[in-house]
Nanobody, 120 residues
Framework: QVQLVESGGGLVQAGGSLRLSCAASGSIFSIGAMDWYRQTPGKQRELVAT???????NYADSVKGRFTISRDNAKNTVYLQMNSLKPEDTAVYYCNAILRVGVAEWQHYWGQGTQVTVSS
């Protein structure tokens, strides 16, 4: 019943910016941490950024100083502002959220992903 939908991906030149959004919908009882991952073919899915329910953030070393994660609990949405993009940032970006849905306990939920391509 719960759905996470990513948007905001696209093709940009190196040095450009994109803002990704991930909106959760459904019978959500509580929202915990929300995260962004990325994956390229043949590689492990990499944790890019995470934000707790209290607003604490962490970033992968490769994106520190360039990416900013934020959340709007009223909209059940997490954002990833990506600046100074590099070709190596090219990947499918996935959001993940720890949710209580209906009467169930805490569980991880994944979006379908959005493609980000950075050209040089």
């Amino acid at each position: 019943q719960v759905q996470l939908v990513e948007s905001g991906g696209g093709l940009v030149q190196a040095g450009g910016s994109l803002r990704l959004s991930c909106a959760a919908s459904g019978s959500i009882f509580s929202i915990g941490a929300m995260d962004w991952y990325r994956q390229t073919p043949g590689k492990q899915r990499e944790l890019v950024a995470t934000i707790t329910s209290g607003g604490s953030t962490n970033y992968a070393d490769s994106v520190k100083g360039r990416f900013t994660i934020s959340r709007d609990n009223a909209k059940n949405t997490v954002y990833l502002q990506m600046n100074s993009l590099k070709p190596e940032d090219t990947a499918v970006y996935y959001c993940n959220a720890i949710l209580r849905v209906g009467v169930a306990e805490w569980q991880h939920y994944w979006g379908q992903g959005t493609q980000v391509t950075v050209s040089s």
